[in-house]
């Protein structure tokens, strides 16, 4: 049985991410008799044919809500999804245990299966790097991607547990050291992560969305450049498999892996009720026959040792790299990639500043954009943050394109820069009409004469707009316009940010024509949408 791509509406996992709903920290209702109120990773979305079968095996239903681990790890340290939850369930508790008053908050983990951080590569690729039919390590790696050997896509490691799975996992394995990472080995290993990162062509939020960009553009669907392969979760690659013209080869590293195990842990404040209904659907989930249908529907690896491996895992025996042990070791790397290893970003915001921004909506813009600087100061808004090197271009708009205003955030004592957007931010006011393709089509201008200047960024766009157009250039137009533009420029995602009353059929076309996504905003905060496309930047 092959497993369906859920889209991903949410940043997967270990670090920051949103939800399905408006707010991911709203109670999904009032404790009752059989149901399991659980925030969790939008992953597990999967899961839900497997629940829907438990529910009448057992009368135990689960109700999710999703969001990322780092914002759950807020809710929970906070006390806030005692408020609405039972339950939490991510791919892995590792974060949430490196927070204090998160970690005592967690009960009981049921480890309900299992799927390691891999590298996947087409067969002809891995024939060409000399691997097939052997082990390589994470340096022989490293080497490769440094030499430019192969190029591929990862997920933003603070928006995604793969990708900062893979983080962790050729950090911890570069320094050798068979110990948990500090700050002292990152530093001695980050050469050779930089080398690593080099061949990083494609970002994203969640795994989903990197997989379905990554077959889009192999199948030639999406204007962005293809890349070579994916650092993905061994179930995602192997289901993505399915939808490719050439399938991907898995690379298991020889000397380690990061794996997600998916416990299902019952909050301490949980009641009786929720604890005996924890219970009686961990026993279920752990029954073999249904760890069987897990294993295949899911392309996860099975929670208990007396369900056989199926014959689809190349590797059966994997080695587990050590885990950062602090929560000053994770921010460190984290913040190390962003600031040091990776290729820099440049984002274009195009703004809506007309007339019907006026009042809470300029203000709310205001906002989004300050909490960028740094000023959101919550687990989440310390990583979704403008980053040092990183480029960034405001475009207002209202009846026409305003001036561009540019800025580039230095490694070194980034806070001036940071305060002029600050500034630049507070001062926007609303007034007159609402130009969205004519100013979308000014921003392509910048871009152009950025790109040539310094081509090797990850570049993107951003559209907030809380209206329909009245320029005289409709989207049929830009679409035309869009369809001339030269390959570099044609490539670029554009993000549309709905807001108040958006035109979002328009918007839809616009990110399917250039590759991007859309983010909803109309029914929770816009700085909540601005931070989850950080991932995706």
């Known amino acids: 049985m092959i497993r369906r791509f859920i889209p991903a509406a949410a940043a997967l996992a270990l670090l920051a991410g949103c939800s399905d709903e408006a707010d991911p920290s709203r109670p999904v209702g009032d404790p009752s008799p059989g149901v399991l109120r659980v925030l969790a990773g939008s992953e597990l979305a999967d899961l839900q044919p497997v629940l829907d079968e438990a529910a009448k095996a057992t009368g135990i239903s689960v109700k999710f809500s999703f969001t990322g681990t780092i914002e759950g790890a807020e809710k929970v340290a906070s006390g806030t999804a005692e408020q609405g939850f039972d339950a939490v369930w991510f791919s892995s508790n590792r974060y949430l245990e490196l927070v204090p008053e998160a970690q005592k908050r967690?009960?009981?983990?049921?480890k309900v299966m299992s799927s390691p951080v891999v590298l996947g590569l087409p067969a002809a690729k891995v024939k060409e790097l000399g691997?097939?039919?052997?082990?390589?390590?994470?340096?022989?790696i490293a080497a490769a991607a440094g030499a430019q050997k192969f190029t591929y896509g990862m997920t933003d490691p603070?928006?995604?547990?793969?990708?900062?799975?893979?983080?962790v996992g050729v950090a911890a394995a570069l320094s050798g050291s068979g110990s948990a990472l500090d700050a002292g080995k990152i530093a001695a290993v980050a050469p050779q992560?930089?080398?690593?990162f080099s061949a990083q062509k494609l970002s994203a939020g969640s795994s989903g969305w990197l997989s379905e960009a990554y077959a889009r553009r192999t199948r030639g669907e999406d204007p962005g450049a293809k890349v070579d392969g994916l650092i993905n979760y061994e179930s995602v690659l192997l289901s993505l498999n399915a939808t490719l013209p050439e399938p991907l080869t898995l690379v298991y590293p020889?000397?380690?892996?990061?794996?997600a195990d998916y416990p299902l842990t019952l909050l301490t404040t949980a009641s009786s009720e929720a604890r005996a209904a924890h219970q009686k659907l961990s026993d279920h989930l752990k029954g073999q026959d249904v760890q069987r249908k897990i294993m295949e529907s899911t392309h996860r690896r099975p929670g208990v040792p007396q369900v056989q491996l199926d014959g689809k895992f190349a590797v059966k025996d994997l080695v587990e790299l050590p885990f950062p042990g602090s929560q000053s070791a994770v921010d460190g790397l984290v913040t190390t990639y962003f600031d040091q290893l990776r290729r820099p970003s440049r984002t274009l915001?195009?703004?809506d500043t007309s007339g019907s921004m006026q009042g809470?909506?300029?203000?709310?813009?205001?906002?989004?954009?300050?909490?960028?600087t740094g000023a959101d100061e919550s687990l989440a808004g310390k990583?979704?943050?403008f980053h040092g090197r990183e480029q960034v271009t405001l475009l207002p708009f209202n009846s026409s394109a305003r001036p561009a205003l540019k800025y580039e955030v230095p490694t070194d004592n980034p806070r001036p820069v940071l305060d002029q957007i600050r500034d630049t931010a507070t001062s926007l006011d609303a007034a007159g009409g609402t130009a969205i393709y004519s100013s979308l089509r000014s921003g392509y201008d910048v871009l152009r004469e950025q790109i040539n200047a310094d081509p090797d960024r990850f570049t993107s766009i951003v559209l907030m707009t809380d209206g329909e157009n009245t320029g005289s250039e409709d989207i049929g137009r830009f679409e035309q316009f869009h369809r001339t533009l030269p390959q570099n420029l044609k490539g670029i995602p554009i993000f549309p940010v709905l807001f108040g009353e958006s035109a979002t059929a328009e918007m839809e076309r616009v990110a399917k024509m250039s590759g991007g996504k859309v983010f909803d905003a109309r029914s929770r905060t816009l700085s909540a949408a601005f931070k989850e496309i950080r991932g995706y930047q």
């Not at 691997?131 to 022989?140: C, N």
């Not at 020889?254 to 794996?259: F, L």
């Open 158 to 167: 603070s928006a995604s547990n793969s990708g900062f799975s893979a983080l």
């Open 360 to 372: 809470d909506r300029i203000e709310s813009l205001r906002q989004a954009l300050v909490g960028l």
């Open 383 to 385: 990583f979704n943050r």
């Open 193 to 196: 992560l930089k080398q690593f």
């Open 254 to 259: 020889s000397d380690g892996v990061v794996t």
């Open 131 to 140: 691997w097939d039919g052997k082990r390589v390590g994470w340096a022989e």
């Open 106 to 110: 967690l009960g009981t983990p049921t």
């Open 349 to 351: 915001y195009v703004l």
